[in-house]
């Protein structure tokens, strides 16, 4: 059922920047997430978003994070999330937002995920990770048509969205909820799964417990945003691309390392992207 993500399967495909080209080219993405208590995720995001070219990069978060990320990424604009008219003006003006990252689990993030999803319009493309799913789990609401959605949930958001208990989680039970909430699912776990609205089905084939640490599911995010943002002709091909490298790179750096820090991958990005797409 699941075709293997390679690095010879997807190496090359992606297409190198064009000389003709500016930061507009390469999307303009907003990240929303980063509660007072969960700052370090957002900034993750971010980091990851940036290093992995996302060509403009804003993000939306308590104003007790934005001294932090200006200080550790000043490639990066902030605003702050409590400003809901400025939240909604940013939300339009995206290509693509990515939601969740350490926003927290409380009414005033609900809204904040509400508001976004009523104000997407087709055209736009969404990701949603972390509390975003499990808000999205406790308290449903519509869902943008016309925007293609991706969900990063690890085991234990999927089975708050699903139902399915994690010992429950087969591939054909998985199969069956995805085709039904009718979003591109990305279920980490080792050999993270990758079940897309086509109808393909992707699995990793690399990875490694070093990767266990707070925050690399953050920094997937970041990188799958950007891929998607600054990739737009081939989503599935941009997609598994982002899932693949972050989990390769973090392979590489665990030959010597026992644990891999999140912000270690995003450092590598540049540098891999360019030997990657050539
Ligand atoms: N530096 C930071 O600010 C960090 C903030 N974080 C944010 O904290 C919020 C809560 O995320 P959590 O994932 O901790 O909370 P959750 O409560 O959603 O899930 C965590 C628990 O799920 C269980 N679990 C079962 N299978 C798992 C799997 N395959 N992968 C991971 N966990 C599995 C683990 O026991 C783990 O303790 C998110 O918004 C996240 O973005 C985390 O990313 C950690 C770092
Ligand atoms: N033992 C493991 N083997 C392979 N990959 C792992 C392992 N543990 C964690 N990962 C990967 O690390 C990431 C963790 O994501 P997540 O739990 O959302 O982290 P966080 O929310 O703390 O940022 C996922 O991509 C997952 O596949
Ligand atoms: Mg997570």
Redesign the pocket.
């Known amino acids: 059922m699941f075709q293997p993500l390679t690095y010879d399967g997807l190496a090359h495909r992606l297409p190198k920047r064009p000389s003709q080209s500016h930061k507009g080219t390469f999307g303009r993405t907003l990240l929303v997430?980063g509660n007072a208590q969960?700052?370090?995720?957002i900034i993750?995001a971010a980091q990851a978003a940036v290093y992995a070219g996302s060509g403009l990069t804003t993000v939306a978060t308590d104003v007790a994070n934005h001294t932090a990320l200006h200080a550790r990424l000043p490639e990066a604009m902030v605003s702050d999330w409590s400003n809901l008219a400025q939240l909604k003006e940013l939300t339009q003006a995206a290509d693509l937002v990515l939601l969740?990252?350490?926003?927290g689990l409380d009414a005033f993030s609900c809204q904040r995920l509400h508001r976004i999803l009523d104000w997407l319009k087709p055209g736009q493309k969404l990701v949603l990770?972390?509390?975003a799913l499990?808000l999205l789990a406790r308290h449903p609401h519509p869902v943008p048509s016309g925007v293609p959605i991706v969900i990063t949930p690890?085991?234990?958001?999927w089975q708050r969205l699903s139902d399915l208990a994690?010992e429950d989680q087969t591939p054909q039970a998985n199969l069956a909820v995805q085709k039904q909430l009718g979003f591109n699912l990305v279920l980490?776990?080792p050999g993270t799964e990758l079940y897309l609205t086509d109808g393909s089905c992707y699995q990793l084939t690399v990875g490694t417990p070093a990767m266990a640490t707070?925050?690399m599911?953050?920094t997937l995010a970041g990188m799958v945003a950007a891929f998607l943002a600054q990739f737009p002709d081939d989503f599935n091909l941009a997609l598994c691309s982002a899932v693949f490298l972050h989990s390769y790179l973090a392979q590489e750096l665990a030959q010597t390392q026992w644990v891999v820090l999140p912000h270690q991958i995003s450092e590598k990005l540049p540098s891999l992207m360019k030997h990657f797409i050539g």
């Not at 969960?38 to 995720?41: E, I, P, R, S």
């Open positions: 997430g969960l700052g370090g995720a993750l969740g990252p350490g926003m990770d972390g509390d499990t690890h085991q234990a958001e994690i980490k776990k707070g925050g599911g953050d």
